[in-house]
């Protein structure tokens, strides 16, 4: 139990140094730290099909695919141009109410019953497998169309560029 | 395996609420004051992380599986909008030679 307030303190922290650091490179690096506490979460809730996803897409191709791009355009050094405090001050207000909204709605359910896996192999690979091929067979088809659009996407918006440049 | 089931036994629900909304917040901290396009979409995937730990965690409670499949599919829409993102950004940085966020202003018009 108490892992997972140890983890969530984890998450929270490099989350915040995420946004707040000026080199974008490290940024990238503690989003990575971050999305891999958001594994561990994954593996203590037992959804150990979901924990090796994350491992694998997120930190494994679309952190890397953010480095890619930090390293290719030579921002690996802190160019950015600050905003004035005022508009800060003022993301941060709007941040704090948006989170003092949800915390005040939570204040009105009692404490809620906790978590407990009724079903503790819910979250396998077998388990998902069998939902993802029979009741979600069209997403999952239809979700393999979108994936070939945003590649074809990706390649059109790259390269007609530098045919022209 | 036996105590890695234990070990999340008692975690009230609440807690898994509260924990994700401060994420969401920090996403959208990092949207509102950063100029950077690129850590702007770093903080977009926060978002996205934070409704897929909740919709887990919703899941497992209520024992449905069907709530673990809708992250498998926010997962493969997020890589998409990645690369599409990414796509964009190298080409406005062609034309531009910057990722400040005031760059696009031009598409006005």
Same mark, same amino acid.
């Given at each position: ?14 989350? +915040? ?47 890397? #695919? ?6 290719? +355009? ?25 989170? #003092? ?26 388990? +998902? ?16 169309? +979108?994936? #070939? ?17 | ?109």
């Amino acid at each position: 139990m108490s892992v997972f307030y140890f983890v969530a303190f984890l998450s929270i922290f490099f989350a +915040l140094m995420t946004i707040f650091t000026k080199n974008p490179v490290h940024s990238v690096l503690y989003l990575v730290i971050t999305f891999f506490t958001f594994t561990i979460h994954y593996i203590l809730l037992n959804a150990q099909f979901l924990a090796v996803v994350n491992f694998i897409v997120y930190m494994g191709a679309i952190m890397v #695919l953010f480095l890619f791009v930090l390293m290719l +355009l030579n921002l690996n050094k802190d160019t950015e141009p600050l905003k004035s405090n005022l508009v800060k001050f003022m993301g941060v207000v709007a941040g704090a109410c948006l989170l #003092l909204t949800v915390a005040g709605s939570l204040r009105l359910m009692e404490v809620s019953n906790p978590i407990v896996l009724k079903n503790p192999d819910i979250g396998l690979v077998g388990s +998902l497998g069998k939902v993802l091929f029979s009741d979600f067979l069209l997403p999952f088809e239809i979700s393999s169309i +979108l994936l #070939l659009t945003a590649m074809v996407g990706a390649v059109l918006l790259a390269k007609n560029e530098s045919k022209k440049a | 395996m036996e105590t890695i089931v234990q070990n999340i036994q008692g975690v009230p629900l609440n807690h898994y609420i509260l924990f994700c909304s401060i994420i969401f917040t920090i996403g959208v901290i990092g949207v509102l004051t950063r100029r950077n396009v690129i850590i702007i979409m770093m903080s977009v995937e926060l978002m996205l992380n934070a409704v897929n730990l909740l919709l887990t965690a919703f899941s497992a409670h209520s024992g449905d599986p069907a709530g673990q499949v809708f992250v498998f599919f926010i997962m493969a829409l997020a890589a998409a909008e990645v690369a599409v993102g990414l796509a964009i950004i190298v080409m406005v940085y062609r034309n531009t030679r910057s990722v400040d966020i005031n760059a696009l202003n031009r598409l006005r018009g």
